[in-house]
């Protein structure tokens, strides 16, 4: 169990590298620039994901030891606090938060299945946000200007973006014979789906339609062999000029590589 925790929490690393590095991502830091993120560089992201190592390394260790939730709520805070010292800002606030939870859940459901993992994810987090005030961030300003569930709904759910959108996306893809392109799908996927709160706190409910329109754009090219890598460039400018961006959505592409990475679907030789 401890050596199956400490590797999961490896691969949520690595998901977080695979996203970052993945390019082009409309609005987002990549290999090629920053996106529409004036407080961001690819420097910093890196920053942010020693932190967020440090941080997954020490839930594992928590979490192997049988300690309750509240020593992990204290673990993601101070993760929280350290990439705020260490980066300057608010580089992976949404995937550390996601990323332990999913953690949390797996050391719950040892050997379970997807389906358990999220009845996991959605109890830990009904417990965690029960009577909770929201506070007064970005999302959840957001969620009450829009009436958005933002992340806190996407937990409570148990994860439908990562479970019920992106995995089956990824894995039809790869059934089909296409794996070049299964991860454009999941991507295609996620913009279509995903309420995300950093578009609605950036552009408002018509920033939110662009992402999911264009993840709705994506997925046909995607299906249709077309080129897709040059329209991801394209509405990068585009995101640019508008200050969009579409954090939630990163987030989320993160934990869907780490999973697949976890479970083996990302090697090329099946495992
Ligand atoms: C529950 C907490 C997450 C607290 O939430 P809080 O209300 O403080 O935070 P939000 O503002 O709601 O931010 C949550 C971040 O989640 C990402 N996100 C957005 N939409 C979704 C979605 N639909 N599903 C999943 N995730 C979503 C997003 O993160 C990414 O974007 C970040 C940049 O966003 P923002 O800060 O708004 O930045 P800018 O637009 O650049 O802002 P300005 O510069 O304009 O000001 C980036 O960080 C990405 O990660 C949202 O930001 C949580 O904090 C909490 O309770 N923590 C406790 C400890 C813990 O971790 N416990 C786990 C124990 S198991
Ligand atoms: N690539 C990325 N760009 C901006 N914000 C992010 N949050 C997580 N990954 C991100």
Known sequence: MRSE????????????????????????????????????????METSLAVVSGYLCRLAESLSRGEDLAAQVRLGIEAEKAM?????????????????LLLTAAARTAGGGEAALSEAVADIAGRLFDGTPQGESNGSRA?????ARGIRGEALEGLPALFREALPAYRRELAAGN???????MLGRLM?????????????????ATVQEDGRALELLVERRDDFMSFLSRRNEHYVSL?????????LLALSFAWLSHTGELEAVPQ
């Open 5 to 44: 925790l400490a590797r999961l929490a490896l691969n949520l690393v690595r998901g977080a590298f695979l996203e970052l590095y993945l390019t082009p991502k409309p609005g987002l830091v990549d290999l090629n620039d920053p996106g529409s993120h004036h407080d961001l560089s690819l420097d910093r």
């Open 84 to 100: 705020q010292e260490h980066a300057g800002t608010n580089c992976h606030k949404g995937y550390i938060f996601l990323s332990g």
């Open 143 to 147: 969620c009450t200007s829009y009436g």
């Open 179 to 185: 794996r070049g392109s299964a991860v454009y799908a």
């Open 192 to 208: 279509a789906t995903v309420e995300d709160t950093t578009a609605l706190h950036r552009c408002g409910s018509e920033g939110l």
């Open 243 to 251: 200050n969009l961006t579409m954090g939630g959505v990163a987030d």
